[in-house]
């Protein structure tokens, strides 16, 4: 098989996870900074199937314990004040993505999976908006000049509902456990924290230099 012609990054994320929020908002400006040419390959998928056929599991979420579950709000609130990244806890957490997951499959076939994928993460962290709803969906569509009602049927579709149901195949397949998840020719980098290392990983096995202490700024 030919190798790309630039070192590739598969980037794994689940819209209910806060985790993959920062490391969304984050990655655009890493890549600047550290003048990496990194093609991103954006993944969209659901972690609840995932979870619920994880050994011993059969819950669609993780469960933790209060004191877990105190810990990583206030670990994500305080990255979000670290990077400058809005956050207003979403009224219903963890909230359903379904629609909007099948709707970033689309745009990662058209070739505008970012800028969806973007604007629905600040939907639903930074302004609260119920991205369940097929109606907020459509707004964050027109936002960004794309035809509502085409995407939509597109998005709801047999043929994008069985390709979602591949993609969780397929990240299970990798051995991806949770979001965010990096992979990089078949190493996984798995969390917010691992983004740097996975920028440096790509950059380091196509044989260019990445690593940029100024530009990496604090690691959670």
């Not at 599991?57 to 670990?75: A, H, K, N, T």
């Not at 997951?101 to 058209?110: D, I, P």
């Not at 993460?121 to 936002?143: G, K, M, P, T």
Request: charge should be neutral; glycine fraction near 6%.
């Amino acid at each position: 098989m030919q190798s790309p012609a630039r070192p590739e990054m598969e980037f794994w994320y689940d819209f209910a996870s806060p985790y993959s929020y920062l490391a969304v908002s984050r990655i655009e400006g890493l890549l600047s900074a550290r003048q990496a040419p990194i093609g991103i390959l954006w993944r969209p998928f659901l972690l609840g199937p995932v979870f619920k056929r994880q050994t011993s599991r059969s819950e669609p979420f993780q469960e933790v314990s209060d004191q877990q579950r105190r810990y990583r709000r206030r670990d994500v609130e305080r990255h979000c004040t670290l990077y400058g990244i809005p956050l207003t806890w979403p009224s219903v957490y963890p909230r359903g993505s379904l629609l909007a997951t099948r709707v970033a499959l689309v745009a990662a076939a058209e070739g505008w999976c970012y800028e969806f994928t973007r604007s629905a993460f600040h939907a639903n962290f930074a302004e609260d908006r119920d991205i369940r709803e097929e109606s907020v969906v459509a707004e964050i569509l027109r936002s960004l000049g794309r035809p509502v009602h085409p995407v939509i049927a597109t998005a709801t579709s047999p043929d994008t509902k069985a390709r979602l149901h591949s993609e969780v195949e397929a990240a299970m397949a990798k051995g991806v456990f949770g979001a965010p998840s990096f992979v990089v020719r078949g190493e996984i980098f798995w969390g917010n924290d691992r983004l740097e290392q996975a920028i440096d990983w790509a950059m380091d096995s196509f044989g260019g230099p990445a690593r940029d202490d100024a530009a990496k700024g604090p690691t959670p």
